[in-house]
């Protein structure tokens, strides 16, 4: 453990004079580079990195952290060349408010470690004690890792400008909590100010810019000449909002992403899906290789702070050839914002996006898959920016047990009436405000939106499923999506089971709700086109897998992704 320490100080040596240089440039930019002065009122047996003003560049530092209501996430910076630490190499580590010599500083495994952009991290801790604070130390050599700078301070959850990307219009989007504007309205954009720097206490290093457009979470604002040409120094950069009676929002917002200048005039794929989950791990394979065979080419993951197995079950899906990437998205009801963020970062490679969740699935049921549908509704030059689709809510249908064969063969019968739909963008038809309400966007002239029959095409919503897998989502809306239940409750009364609004006790006839037609469409669909003839095996069928490695071992690699269809 020593060792490693020895190593990172030779590595550093060769770049001691480079960060000496930055440093001593910085500390002209910044004024002041100072550590927080309450470290040293703790007596501990962990042991605080010596930060002088020479070296403090070339240490690993927390940049920010910032509580959310049921977590706290710790945003770490690496220096150049340094080995990133796992999981496994760090401990979250608590102080209490009342702290004194007999206070030595519980320590938890963090419940995640996630890789940010370069040479950062964002490592996810439980909660401090109520006016504690938390940091992270470093298990083999117990030392505690320091703040940044006075910058690198702890945030609240609301208000916060909490993540933000330049645009290819030379606009700065910014998604910012605390607002609280209302829903699908325009606000005056005279209202807002962008502000840009590194610290927001400073008033000199600042740079003002004006507001573009807001609305619901989201303040585009044009981005400062002086920051579109000096790149290097715009990569940290923050940008925060001023709001007339609200003063200037605390940021953690650094807008490095830069969205590509020029669109390729051929787009790398036809039909993308962007999706925001938390713990569905067990889906994501049937759910991604199902939709590969209609014609989805590319999935954008955002991970609402899932702890099972999402990062295993995403390298995999890789590893076999799909173009799959998971971002971590771990703020606090921001779904909207959330896709409008993936909407911005599919636009360049994506002709259509899909917005639909791991328990629906896209059933087509003309020729071409999802290609056949846009050929349909949306032929090249034409004016149409959204195809929407009606769901269709699926019930147990009679099981007790998960179905091993996946979800669409195994539940097969649903209730008559429709949801409301879902809907497929295209993102360069997107308004500028990125307005979206229940998966779908407002679009900027002169695109329309066009609605799809049900016999063309519809959304199978596994929405209940056998009990063991409902009560999961049960206990999850109970704590964070209790107005979706209230929601539910107006929709239809039907939804509603007496007992399951306060007590998430089985009902006795569950396995047979929400039945009212038979319908193996899917079912069938699957089983033609997917099944392996020989094993009666579908390919996200983990016995699958297993046969697959023995039929390579003895025939020659083959590749495993499933090809589509059309
Ligand atoms: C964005 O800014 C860059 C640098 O100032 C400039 O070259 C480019 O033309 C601008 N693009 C747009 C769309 O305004
Ligand atoms: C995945 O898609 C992105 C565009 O969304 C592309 O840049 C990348 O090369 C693709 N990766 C693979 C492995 O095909
Ligand atoms: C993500 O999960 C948390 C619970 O940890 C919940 O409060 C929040 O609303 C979820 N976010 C979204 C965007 O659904
Ligand atoms: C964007 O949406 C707003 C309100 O939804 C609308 O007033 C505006 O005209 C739209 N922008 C464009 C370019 O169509």
Redesign the pocket.
């Known amino acids: 453990m020593k060792d490693r320490r020895r190593r990172n100080a030779v590595v550093s040596w060769s770049a001691l004079f480079w960060c000496t240089l930055l440093l001593v440039f910085s500390t002209i930019i910044f004024t002041t580079l100072i550590f927080s002065p309450f470290i040293t009122t703790f007596s501990h047996p962990f042991k605080w990195i010596k930060t002088t003003t020479t070296n403090s560049r070339a240490t690993i530092t927390i940049r920010e952290t910032v509580i959310l209501p049921d977590q706290a996430l710790i945003f770490l910076n690496y220096p150049p060349s340094f080995r990133l630490y796992t999981k496994h190499d760090l401990s979250c580590v608590y102080f209490s408010p009342d702290d004194d010599s007999s206070s030595r500083g519980v320590t938890q495994p963090p419940i995640q470690l996630h890789l940010a952009r370069l040479r950062e991290q964002i490592v996810r801790c439980t909660l401090p004690p109520r006016g504690g604070t938390v940091s992270l130390l470093i298990k083999s050599n117990g030392v505690v890792i320091p703040r940044q700078d006075s910058s690198g301070s702890t945030h609240e959850w609301t208000p916060l400008v909490y993540d933000a990307l330049f645009d290819r219009d030379n606009t700065t989007v910014a998604f910012v909590k605390g607002l609280n504007l209302r829903p ?3 606000m005056e954009p005279s209202r807002f100010q962008c502000i840009y720097g590194w610290d927001f206490t400073k008033p000199k290093f600042l740079l003002k810019s004006d507001v573009v ?1 807001a ?1 619901q979470e989201i303040i585009r604002c044009k981005t400062p000449k002086s920051i579109l040409i000096g790149k290097a120094q715009a990569q940290d950069i923050k940008v925060t909002i001023h709001a007339k009676d609200m003063g200037v929002f605390p940021s953690i917002a650094r807008p490095g992403l830069r969205l590509q200048h020029t669109t390729p005039k051929q787009k790398a794929h036809e039909m993308c899906i962007c999706t925001m989950l938390r713990n569905q791990a067990g889906f994501m394979k049937e759910w991604v290789m199902y939709h590969a065979k209609i014609g989805v080419q590319r999935w954008f993951i955002y991970d609402n702070n899932s702890d099972d197995d999402i990062e295993n079950v995403i390298s995999f899906l890789q590893s076999v050839g799909y173009n799959i990437s998971q971002h971590l998205w771990p703020w606090v009801k921001t779904q909207e914002a959330g896709f409008a963020h993936c909407a911005l970062q599919a636009r360049s490679s994506c002709d259509w996006v899909g917005f639909i969740d791991v328990d629906e699935f896209f059933n087509v049921k003309i020729k071409g898959g999802m290609h056949g549908v846009i050929w349909h509704h949306a032929k090249p030059g034409s004016n149409v920016g959204e195809i929407r689709t009606p769901c269709y809510s699926f019930g147990p249908s009679g099981l007790r047990e998960v179905p091993k064969e996946g979800v669409a063969v195994g539940y097969t019968c649903r209730l008559a009436a429709r949801e409301r739909h879902k809907s497929i963008v295209r993102p360069e038809a997107l ?3 990125l ?1 979206n309400v229940v998966h779908h966007f ?6 329309v939106t066009v609605d799809v029959e049900k016999s063309e095409m519809m959304i199978n919503h596994y929405k209940y499923q056998v009990w063991k897998v409902f009560k999961e989502k049960f206990y999850r809306r109970v704590a964070t999506y209790v107005a979706d239940w209230q929601e539910e409750q107006n929709v239809g009364s039907r939804d509603r089971v007496p007992g399951l609004g306060t007590k998430p006790v089985e009902p006795a006839d569950w396995a047979n709700r929400f039945c009212e037609v038979r319908d193996n469409g899917l079912r069938n669909w699957v089983l033609r086109n997917l099944e392996d003839r020989r094993t009666r095996l579908l390919p996200w069928q983990s016995e699958f897998e297993h046969h697959l490695r023995k039929r390579r071992r003895r025939k020659e690699k083959k590749p495993f992704m499933i090809q589509p269809l059309f």
Do not use: R, T, Y
Request: net charge neutral.
């Open positions: 699908e309205k325009l457009s609305a308004n500028q405000s307005i407002h679009l900027g002239a002169p695109f």
